[in-house]
Structure formats: structure tokens, C-alpha cells
Nanobody, 123 residues
Framework: QVQLVESGGGLVQAGGSLRLSCAASGRTFSPYAMGWFRQAPGKEREFVAAVSWSGGNLYYLDSVKGRFTISRDNAKNTMYLQMNSLKPEDTAVYYC????????????????WGQGTQVTVSS
């Protein structure tokens, strides 16, 4: 089992920044690829970004490319999502997730999930 805990969400004005963290405990963190998803009210859970176990491969939703940066520190068992130039449409609950599969874009590919952290961007 891998336990995941997100932090860093909050209320920010459009154009502002937030940094989300996802702390992992339990099994060794490093063999897992990690992803960030988000879910707005009334919408399906949406892929945002993913990072391979080594950190060498990064993947992003087109609408966040150039604004969001995913990273991980395997020594600290922690993954991050730096979010800049935030827009009201980024408002959602953000979840981190872990997978041993090499497929990153569907929530069905992930085995472990955090409880989520709310991000609200005001216009």
C-alpha cells in the first residue's frame, strides 16, 4: 500500500501561483509513476500532469503546458505541482495518484489516490 497526502491548495486570484505537494508513505515511492488529476463540480476527473518514476519523462494536459510544472523528489517521497498564471477554469479539487503502469492519462491506470486538495481561482 502507498498512502498519498496532498497539500498546498487554497484560494488565489487569477494570474497567481500555488504549489501543490503530494507526500507518499508506505511502500517505496520511487518505482511508481505519479500523476496529478483534477475534478471540478459536475465534471469527470481530468488528467493534468504525470511524471515517470525516474522523473525523466513529463506529461501535461495541453491547457496547462507552459503554466504548470510537475516534479518529484524520490529522496523525500514527495511530488510537486507548481501552478503559475492560474485561471478561473483551473478551479477544482486536485488529486495525486500513483501507478506502476506505463500509461498515465486515464484515472483507471492508477492504483493509489490521495484525498484531494481544493484549488479555487477567483477572477
Amino acid at each position: 500500500q502507498v498512502q498519498l497526502v496532498e497539500s498546498g491548495g487554497g484560494l488565489v486570484q487569477a494570474g497567481g501561483s500555488l504549489r501543490l505537494s503530494c507526500a507518499a508513505s508506505g511502500r517505496t515511492f520511487s518505482p511508481y509513476a505519479m500523476g496529478w488529476f483534477r475534478q471540478a463540480p459536475g465534471k469527470e476527473r481530468e488528467f493534468v500532469a504525470a511524471v515517470s518514476w525516474s522523473g525523466g519523462n513529463l506529461y501535461y494536459l495541453d491547457s496547462v503546458k507552459g503554466r504548470f510544472t510537475i516534479s518529484r523528489d524520490n529522496a523525500k517521497n514527495t511530488m510537486y505541482l507548481q501552478m503559475n498564471s492560474l485561471k478561473p477554469e483551473d478551479t477544482a479539487v486536485y488529486y495525486c495518484a500513483a501507478t506502476k503502469r506505463a500509461r498515465y492519462f486515464s484515472p483507471l491506470e492508477y492504483d493509489y489516490w490521495g484525498q484531494g486538495t481544493q484549488v479555487t481561482v477567483s477572477s
